[in-house]
């Protein structure tokens, strides 16, 4: 048996006690110097905020209105009601927004997937739709859990790497654009928990009966993790709070699973290479579990490859007869339902594949009747009786 020296363990002590204190301290600071120093700019959240409390302390500013819709790929091309949700719900609220054409993808899938790109690259990219929203005066708002952590991470590298910084701004110069950096790097999920006693007031529609369990993406809270909302009133303050907390203020039924803290599957690499192993594991630790512990009405969760994977995965293992079929969505489709949305012409469900009927069912829709004025919507759109839908046809 190999013996530790005395030293060893309290150099080990030391440091450990020391990390409570690296992890807590305000990156603000640093980015605030940053700025004094005339390395970069930083956009600043407009006045009309809420401030939440992070993981170990931080206070984070989430602005209410006046966003810069930084959309998702992957929501735009496989769960477009996810988007129109998160729009649908901003409107309903009376709050401002952006959507802006210039927006570029983040690439970071390529970066997490692939790794064939490279450090000043990826940078690059963030730091060009930061100064794009930048440009008009909006403030950026991600919507997708990947491009959220990715920009955060790019955040800590640009913050303390100067070689980095001079990388990219040349990039930018030549694009014409600032080196700018948002004061908080802002995910549509804190947005929701954020506004969400200004939801709870705008539900039509009871959830009492709904039961519910979450699926917190990694990408979320398990990069630079302190960053993410963490609430002493949701899992005393042991979990994120974002979704559960959005969840129980519209009345549902959060219910306990063992494997909740597991990936959902997608992963990025395998999700490519090993497919069969994404679809294993997003239905045998996760949904299969959660039918057999918690037995839901549905599965919230708040990243684009979170939805896609769970909904998506469960036709194979139904195909075998596994314990599954429970509807997938995101807490956004589920508080714009709360809220009234439609459930084809604003939420899209229709794009889903685990049967969402008996959910809707439950929540008091009627979804034949829904499905047929989706029909009728779509009939006079192939038949040029109407150019395109409008967001006043929806409500809003």
């Not at 709870?200 to 993406?217: C, E, L, M, W, Y």
Request: with cysteine.
């Amino acid at each position: 048996m190999t013996t530790v020296p005395v030293e060893m363990i309290k150099t080990k002590k030391e440091r450990f006690d020391r990390v409570p204190d690296r992890r807590s301290a305000d990156f603000h600071e640093e980015l605030f110097r940053l700025e004094d120093a005339g390395e970069l700019i930083v956009q600043r959240v407009p006045e009309d905020f809420v401030a939440v409390p992070t993981k170990y302390g931080v206070t984070k500013k989430i602005p209410r209105g006046h966003l810069w819709h930084h959309k998702s790929c992957g929501q735009c091309g496989h769960i477009p009601g996810y988007s129109t949700s998160i729009y649908w719900i901003m409107r309903k609220l009376g709050y401002d927004y952006h959507d802006p054409r210039d927006q570029t993808s983040c690439t970071a899938w390529n970066y997490y997937a692939s790794a064939t790109s490279n450090q000043a690259a990826q940078a690059a990219v963030a730091l060009r739709n930061f100064a794009a929203a930048y440009e008009t005066g909006y403030f950026p708002l991600i919507h997708c859990g990947t491009s959220y952590g990715h920009y955060k991470e790019v955040r800590a590298e640009i913050m303390r790497h100067p070689e980095l910084r001079a990388q990219v701004r040349k990039v930018l110069e030549k694009l014409g654009k600032p080196l700018v950096m948002p004061e908080e790097i802002v995910h549509y999920s804190e947005y929701l928990y954020a506004l969400r006693d200004e939801i709870k007031q705008n539900q039509v529609r009871d959830f009492s009966g709904i039961g519910v369990t979450v699926h917190p993406a990694c990408h979320y809270y398990k990069l630079v993790e302190g960053d993410a909302i963490y609430d002493p009133d949701v899992y005393q303050g042991q979990r994120t709070a974002v979704v559960t907390g959005l969840a129980t203020a519209l009345g549902a039924d959060v219910r306990e699973y063992s494997t909740w803290f597991d990936c959902c599957g997608f992963g990025f690499r395998h999700i490519l290479v090993q497919r069969d192993f994404t679809r294993s594991f997003a239905t045998m630790r996760k949904i299969e579990v959660m039918k057999e512990e918690a037995n839901p009405d549905v599965v919230l969760t708040h990243d684009t490859g979170c939805v896609t994977t769970l909904d998506k995965s469960q036709f194979a293992a139904q195909a075998h007869g596994r314990n599954v079929g429970v509807p997938v969505m995101s807490e956004a489709q589920f508080a714009a339902l709360a809220m009234g949305a439609h459930p084809f012409r604003v939420c899209q469900l229709h794009w889903h594949s685990a049967n969402y009927r008996p959910l809707l069912e439950k929540m008091g829709i009627d979804w034949e009747k829904a499905w047929a004025e989706f029909q009728d919507e779509v009939g006079r759109l192939e038949r040029n009786e109407k150019e395109f839908s409008t967001w006043e046809d929806v409500g809003v």
